[in-house]
């Protein structure tokens, strides 16, 4: 049986790395992603032979029911599900938000996680098994900009929190989920095949945090 994986998360160097990794070891996996852009440079603009890239609208309870379902249509199963939250930066001023950017902004990068990870948690219970990885590379800021990042922060305690309770509530459950984090920035290749290594390892412990650093792992 073909193992069957799902990542998806925000465009980004760890989404696109993860569906490296992904591809390494399965003939063809699916892959949603929140896209941070258009132009040539888009995850959704690089060919792929083995992604299989699926529509998302994170804001919508139904697209994320009906991407979770066009997932099982391709694979016939999902045995690993990997969301990725890497917080996107809009550096303005609180004042020079518009209310579509901040009602666009709450309802993809918030919102949209808790309608995904429903469906998700709602399959891999039906089938009894399933893995579900939650990833936050909580990476330094580096030099200071002109305008701060109002929204990154928030994004990321958000995703923090919504993690924590998931991995709480599956202590119980019939399939795992774990949450991985990355402190440190220029790590993403080794943080990307850590998550899979410990995935199928089978040495995870479900509802736990593992941290990766420069020198492995850091501890839960």
Partial sequence: MTRGILIAGNESTLFSTLCTEAAKRVETYTAAFIPRN???ESVRNVPSEKRITL???PPSP????AMVLSALNKMEHIDDAILVCVPPAYRKNAEEFTA???DRFIDH??????????????????RGQGT???VLPELSAGSKPDAPDLTGPVVTAAFRSF?????????NAPYEALGFSLPEPGEENAFAAFIFKTIEEGKRASGRWHKYGKFGFLGR
Avoid at 62 to 65: D, H, I, Q
Wanted: avoid cysteine; charge should be positive; glycine fraction near 6%.
């Fill in 109 to 126: 990068n918030i919102k949209g996680w808790f309608f995904l990870a429903r469906e998700l948690t709602a399959v891999f219970k039906a």
């Fill in 163 to 171: 993690a924590q309770g998931i991995l709480l509530s599956s202590l």
């Fill in 100 to 102: 579509a950017e901040i």
């Fill in 62 to 65: 139904v697209s994320a029911k």
């Fill in 55 to 57: 529509d998302w609208n």
């Fill in 38 to 40: 258009q132009g040539p």
């Fill in 132 to 134: 579900l990885s939650l």
